[in-house]
């Protein structure tokens, strides 16, 4: 089993910066693809970033320049650093894990931290 605690999310105004970190216990953390995704109310839990275990690195189309996931194995950890925040990136953020290629399904993923709430707004 590897248990995963997320931390960072908080209330912040549009155009601020955030960075959430997920820490991982219980299994060797280097091996496995580790990724991020959030869930507004309403709606379904969507990809938001990956980190897969030989270092490359995906986002999705909302993220992609202005989110950066990095990956600690010293520290066991996983960050998602968000700048220039959007009131539509308010959302639940969840950490997840599985082992091999990074997937942009939620169902691929085996391990899932308890999530984060981010909201965004003035």
């Known amino acids: 089993q590897m248990q995963l605690v997320e931390s960072g999310g908080e209330l912040v105004q549009p155009g601020a910066s955030l960075r959430l970190s997920c820490a991982a216990s219980?299994?060797?953390?280097?091996?496995?693809?580790m990724a991020w995704f959030r869930q507004a109310p309403g709606k379904e839990r969507e990809f938001v970033a990956a980190?897969?275990?030989?270092?490359?690195?995906y986002y999705a189309g909302s993220a992609k320049g202005r989110f950066t996931i990095s990956k600690d194995n010293g520290r066991n950890t996983v960050y998602l650093q968000m700048n220039s925040l959007k009131p539509e990136d308010t959302a639940s953020y969840y950490c997840?894990?599985?082992?091999?290629?990074?997937?942009?399904?939620?169902?691929?993923?085996?391990?899932w931290g308890q999530g984060t709430q981010v909201t965004v707004s003035s």
């Open positions: 997840a894990a599985r082992e091999g290629p990074t997937a942009r399904s939620p169902l691929a993923y085996s391990y």
């Open positions: 219980g299994r060797t953390f280097s091996v496995y693809t």
């Open positions: 980190f897969t275990w030989n270092g490359d690195t």
